[in-house]
């Protein structure tokens, strides 16, 4: 694994106008202090966790499920597999024949990585806020019967767009618990809005990865932020 041969960034960054779940409050972030001024420079934020590229724990649906400090740091990292599934529709779902056609290539215990290519959506678009590819209740429930460790996806959540806001009504009648509930009571992570998934395939249909995506040391929350990468 050291050194490895390529090092490919998974993260979206964190900016002031980036998207977030369209019924959560804009993320701020302001510079309060200056070196030259201060002697200092600083910055305040404020955002909600499951805000860009981010991971969910069993809390986030399960009443009264494990937080993310309730996991061992091991938890999130580990070999994987990406595996490309396009192409997709907006608001087209991933199903579980997408996923059995990759079975070959799936290990016990991975984290499997799903390129639909939605991160070229990234932005204030109507693809990337409401009509990115979701897990099926069958997907997430097959994903959780192949003992995976996490899944990614390059859309904003492992589940659609189901709410309603003034120029966006749903995209899909799957709820988001259906294709969450699966994988978090079967302590599967889902890692939502990740990005470069093409990058480490590099035009294969599969590739294996060494893949990272620690949260940061909250404790007892239902997410957190990442800085997700693979070692190719």
């Given at each position: ?14 900016e ?18 200056w ?5 200092f420079?600083?910055?305040?934020t404020?955002?909600?966790?499951h805000?860009g ?10 009443p ?56 070229e ?26 003992n995976l ?8 959540s ?15 009648d ?58 190719l």
């Open positions: 694994m050291f050194p490895p041969e390529e090092i490919i960034d998974l993260s979206n960054p964190i002031n106008g980036m998207p977030v779940w369209p019924t959560f409050p804009p993320f701020e972030l302001e510079r309060t202090d070196a030259a001024r201060d002697g420079t600083m910055e305040r404020e955002m909600r966790t805000t590229t981010h991971v969910d724990s069993p809390l986030h649906f399960v009264e499920g494990r937080s993310l400090d309730d996991f061992p740091l091991s938890k999130f990292m580990g070999e994987g597999v990406a595996i490309d599934v396009t192409p997709k529709d907006p608001e087209e779902a991933i199903t579980a024949e997408d996923i059995e056609a990759f079975e070959e290539d799936i290990e016990d215990g991975d984290v499997l990585m799903l390129h639909t290519g939605w991160d959506y990234y932005g204030l678009t109507e693809e990337y806020l409401f009509e990115f590819p979701y897990l099926t209740a069958e997907a997430a429930q097959y994903c959780a019967e192949l460790k996490a899944v990614g996806t390059e859309g904003a492992v589940g659609g767009w189901v709410d309603e806001v003034p120029a966006h009504g749903p995209s899909t799957v709820g988001a618990d259906e294709s969450h509930l699966p994988l978090l009571e079967n302590g599967v992570i889902p890692i939502e809005e990740v990005r470069n998934l093409d990058r480490v395939l590099k035009g294969a249909e599969s590739r294996r990865a060494y893949f990272f995506f620690p949260p940061l040391n909250f404790r007892g929350t239902s997410g957190s932020p990442v800085r997700a990468f693979a070692f």
